[in-house]
């Protein structure tokens, strides 16, 4: 990652007006929390002060609707202390004794929690950046649509989605670049779930 970084500061003429951090894996091992989290939040300090020199900076972090179900609690907390040395250990851990699923969706929850806490944080908001998470339902990507004749079944059914699955692109895409936006100056800190009703209709069954 700190190559990553080193060439985007080469690069980017001392400063950057937006960044979005899209990239993950759902694999059910200690990897998905090195890249998930760890990798996402390292990116994300390495170029905030390339932010900082923006007239309009912004950053989203896109996450996961999968945050709605349960994850590994001690995993969660692990990341957000910034431990990754144990977390890879629980990680393992999950994954010997059958629990790997719930690592990817535990990594994308501490990235909701660490986007709401440091989005206003001087280093953030007093400085003028905007901080958000954009957490997409079952989408109609490519790699969805692979699985889709396997999974899809377990994917409706473990993340219903009011609209319809799965989800299309543009809806979120476009959510992206209005948060990426010089529109948006006062929208910060928000997990937004891009997920076709899938959070609210959680919150109305547990109500």
């Given amino acids: 990652m700190k190559t990553f970084v080193d060439q985007i ?48 900076p912004s950053a989203v972090i896109v996450t996961s609707s999968s945050t709605l179900n349960k994850g590994a609690n001690s995993l969660i907390k692990t990341c957000i202390r910034g431990d990754e040395e144990k977390a890879v250990t629980i990680a393992n851990r999950l994954e010997r004794f059958g629990l790997g699923s719930k690592i990817y969706r535990s990594t994308k929850a501490a990235l909701n929690s660490t986007v709401r806490r440091w989005s206003v944080d001087l280093d953030w908001a007093g400085s003028g950046i905007v901080l958000n998470a954009v957490a997409p339902g079952v989408i109609d990507t490519e790699a969805v649509r692979k699985r889709w004749s396997t999974h899809g079944k377990l994917l409706t059914t473990s993340l219903p989605q009011p609209l319809g699955s799965p989800g299309p692109v543009t809806s979120v895409v476009g959510l992206i670049a209005f948060l990426l936006s010089s529109e948006n100056r006062f929208i910060t800190g928000q997990v ?11 919150i109305r069954q547990t109500a």
């Fill in 9 to 56: 500061r080469k690069s980017s003429g001392r400063h950057i007006d937006g960044i979005a951090l899209v990239a993950g894996i759902d694999s059910a091992s200690a990897l998905t929390v090195k890249l998930n989290y760890f990798g996402t939040v390292e990116v994300l300090k390495g170029l905030r002060p390339l932010l900082a020199s923006s007239n309009h």
């Fill in 192 to 202: 937004i779930f891009a997920d076709g009703g899938t959070d609210t209709q959680t």
